[in-house]
């Protein structure tokens, strides 16, 4: 079986629509509710990045500060891990995924690059039919 | 699939509670009693605000 999933539709300043391959995941808040979040599936980030702001709401704990380095540029991090949950019509995998926390303001979604993420599904983007399939790797 | 405008939250965060978005801001913290009011499963996206590259 494998989760089939449509890109959203991102509307751009030009006012043109681009489909991109966000997909739904699900997690909980500092609170303990539960919460569904639009996340980018990044194939060319290493990990996945949480947005400072986002990370409060969370409540993940905090790593160390590093520096690493994005396209543009250096930008200070800190470490932590977020329990999510992908859902299709018949399943639903969780998985524990590190990330990195940006501690500047940002103005970037949550993005899922591979570390932590991609060792669990074998991933297929059919950019033609606007949709992504993630499949669980079988362990 | 109908197609929802988001354009005007560019570079705000959304909350859709029951179909309809109850908070929007640039600044996530500034809206979480909303998230924690929405008596179902709120969804949560961020609206672009032109090309992103990230990473």
Redo the contacts between chains.
Sequence with gaps: MAIVL?Y??????D?T?RHAP?I?I?TY?A?G??????A?V?S????T?V?K??A??LGLNEGNELETR???GPVRVRSSKLALTVKGQHEAYSVNVPVLILQDQS?????L?RNGFFEEFHITFRQDQEKIVLKKVLT | MKEVDYSKYAGEWIVVCNNRIVAHAKDLTKIQGKIRKCKTTPRITKVLEGEVLIF
């Design positions: 449509r959203s539709n991102v509307r751009r300043p006012n629509l966000f739904p699900y808040d609170s509710k539960r919460l569904v979040f639009d980018l990044d060319g980030a290493d990990t990045v947005p702001d986002l409060l709401v994005g396209i543009g103005n970037i979604p949550l993005i690059g």
